[in-house]
């Protein structure tokens, strides 16, 4: 465990360094709340303001774990830095450990900057409580891209990684309602999405309405998949890295 | 220390590794003892890289057994008695040589103090730069620098000078030799024959996946024949040469006769005896590089031959030995 927080801990210090990440994971939440978040409408029986805030949030905190794992770990496994670390004595798995540790670490930041953002310049007010489930639904719910970055990291070669990447982004944040609330057809096709499992759970705690059991459990279920398929990646690598 | 008995460091049990129905190795066995410092030779393909991808746990064996510090390969590993470099291991990106060994030595059980390993690895100048900024050569030693960042009793080096100038090079053996006098052992794969010559006490030469060789640098040299013998002669007579005593190979370049032989005193005087009186005659020793060719030359012809040629491998078998 020791080395396991000894990576991570390096990790995180590389992310810091990275204004690109940054950009993805903070800026880009933060200017979009700043230019679309104040609306007068109401969404999933909301405000907007608070709906926007769940959703970049959630846009924050998924596309961090994406972007900031997928094409690193694919990288790091064609320059070899993954076979390097296997001569180490840090642990076989020490490596995918400290990748979703430190996604963890760093979209918690990105969650937390932009719920405060909501709270006092979109003029949010919520119960304590309702801020703490919240910013966990959306914190834990980013490790299901956390898994998936590892499955394709593992997988891919950097130059397939980059549009694997884009399309799975595009697809789950525009069908999840990241961008703009879902509604028509379109909420039929996104509503099975982890994202909108994630945004739909905080408007629901938001607006006091019961949430229904469907959406909890569609997020477990994502994240098995996606922790399955990680899993099959390493294994299926194990010996070509 | 884990392990201070007096059995092998590493053994290899009959170890192949096949990828279908190619076998990069094909029933090795040798054992590494306490305090050496062994080569392992072969050409490209030979099964160096295979074999200690095995021996580091990147790899499993297809079947036969690989024992390190008297457990299996992974907990040898994880347990910190092992420093290694290899060729295709890489560097943690965007970050300094200091960070990454600092990182590397946490990660040891027994960590070498970072001055320490910077020093011995020639970074102190570079050690604030960032990895992915550094020539082959710096990237070749940061590699170093990680094998070298704990205290272990084995290291093993994958062509660990590649890159490196002639004089790095130098600095780099002498610093080498430092290291394995504590009583390490030390594995090296080289292509530079002269650096297992004047570093190794051990040679290891593997061809097609198996162990051809296993002496010292002398023996290996004596192995593939002891001499070098060559002279002019007018008219040659091919099947007279043939025949010769203590013959190993036999080259004709219109007059002039290279005869590489066992026995280089027995062989002339044969000529001598048959009326033969040739001219330029010189006797050198063969040099590693030659015995090496030699070696792998042989095991490749009988590889080829077989199994129609079985009289002649028997011959070149008898005559390595």
């Known amino acids: 465990m020791h080395g396991i927080l000894l990576l991570t801990r390096a990790e995180i210090s590389r992310l810091r360094r990275n204004k ?115 910013a966990i639904v959306v914190w834990l719910g980013s490790t299901i891209f956390a898994a998936l970055a590892v499955a394709i990291g593992y997988r891919f070669p950097p130059d397939q990684v980059q549009p694997i990447t884009i399309l799975v982004y595009f697809v789950f944040l525009a069908l999840g309602g ?15 999405t982890p994202t909108y499992e994630a945004v739909k759970i905080s ?21 098995a998949i996606f922790v399955g398929l990680a899993i099959l990646s390493v294994r299926s690598m194990a010996e070509s890295l | 220390m884990s392990h201070s008995g007096t059995g092998p460091v590493v053994s290899f049990e009959n170890v192949s590794k096949h990828y279908g129905s190619l076998k990069a190795v094909d029933g090795l066995s040798l054992e590494l003892r306490r ?10 393909g030979a099964g160096k890289s295979t074999s200690l991808d095995m021996l580091l746990a990147l790899r499993k064996p297809t079947s036969g057994k690989i024992r390190m510090f ?51 690895a020639g970074l102190e100048e570079v050690a604030d730069q960032r990895v992915d ?43 080498m030799k430092e290291e394995v006098a504590e009583g390490k052992t030390l594995l090296f794969a080289t292509h530079y024959l002269e650096e297992a010559d004047q570093a190794a006490d051990r040679i290891l030469v593997i061809n097609r996946g198996r162990l051809l ?24 007579n091919e099947p007279f040469l043939l ?38 005659i010189e006797v050198a020793g063969l040099g590693l590089e030659q015995a090496f060719l030699a070696i792998t030359a042989e095991d490749d012809r009988a590889a080829e031959d077989e199994p129609a040629a079985q009289t002649t491998k028997q011959t070149t078998r008898s005559a390595l030995r």
């Open chain 1, 20 to 134: 690109r990440y940054l950009l993805f994971t903070v800026g880009l939440p933060v200017i979009l709340y700043l230019i679309v978040g104040k609306q007068a409408a109401r969404v999933y029986g909301v405000s907007f303001t608070a709906y926007y805030m769940v959703a970049m949030a959630t846009f924050g905190a998924f596309s961090g774990a994406l972007n900031g794992n997928a094409i690193r770990i694919s990288e790091e496994r064609k320059v070899g830095w993954i076979r390097q670390l296997r001569l180490t004595p840090l642990p076989a798995n020490g490596y995918v450990v400290a990748k979703i540790l430190t996604s963890m670490v760093t979209t918690i930041l990105s969650v937390v900057i932009v719920l405060l953002l909501g709270r006092f310049y979109g003029g949010v007010h919520l119960d304590g409580w309702k801020w703490v489930v919240i």
């Open chain 1, 178 to 192: 990241v961008w703009f609330p879902l509604s028509g057809a379109l909420k039929t096709l996104g509503q099975g």
């Open chain 1, 203 to 223: 408007t629901d705690v938001i607006g006091g309405i019961s949430v229904p059991v469907g959406l909890p459990i569609g997020l477990v279920v994502w994240l």
């Open chain 2, 35 to 44: 305090g050496e410092t062994v080569a392992l030779l072969g050409p490209n």
């Open chain 2, 70 to 120: 008297g457990s299996d390969p992974y907990h040898a590993v994880k347990s910190g008695n092992v420093g290694a470099m290899l060729q295709s291991g890489g560097l943690m990106p965007e970050v300094t040589v200091r960070e990454l060994v600092t990182l590397v030595a946490g990660l040891h059980p027994r960590p070498v103090p970072v001055a320490t390993t910077l020093r011995r």
């Open chain 2, 133 to 175: 900024r550094l020539s082959g050569g710096q990237t070749q030693r940061v590699r170093f620098a990680l094998a070298i960042a704990g205290e272990s009793e084995l290291i093993v080096l994958d062509e660990p000078t590649t890159a490196m100038d002639v004089e790095t090079r130098q600095r780099f053996w002498a610093q």
């Open chain 2, 213 to 236: 060789a296993d002496g010292t640098p002398a023996e290996i040299k004596s192995r593939a024949g002891a001499k070098q013998l060559s002279f002019r002669l007018e008219h040659v």
């Open chain 2, 243 to 280: 025949g010769l005593p203590g013959l190993v190979s036999l080259d004709v370049h219109g007059d002039i006769v290279h005869i590489q032989s066992s026995d280089s005193d027995k062989t002339l005087y044969a000529v001598l005896d048959a009326g033969y009186r040739p001219s330029d």
